[in-house]
């Protein structure tokens, strides 16, 4: 169904501090590596990520720890 994807993570090194967060903010994540991108389809920089042409489908994930809400 699919013949390519794309994997981008905001990757801190273990024991690193997230940041606050306050009930019914936005938060922007640091998008800093590209795990994943074989058909080389995404260009990341600076926190942003262009895709080549075409429709994709995402799948988005953003957990937190200890946030108390989220």
């Not at 009930?23 to 995404?42: F, M, S, V, Y």
Request: aromatic residues 10%; hydrophobic residues 30%.
């Amino acid at each position: 169904m699919y013949d390519a994807y794309v994997c981008l993570q905001d990757k801190k090194p273990q024991n690193t501090w997230g940041g606050t967060f306050a009930h019914g903010e936005w938060r922007t994540r640091d998008l800093n590596e590209k795990q994943a991108d074989p058909n080389h389809i995404c260009h990341l920089e600076a926190n942003q990520f262009v895709l080549a042409p075409g429709t994709y489908r995402a799948n988005i994930s953003c957990p937190a720890n200890r946030v108390d809400h989220h």
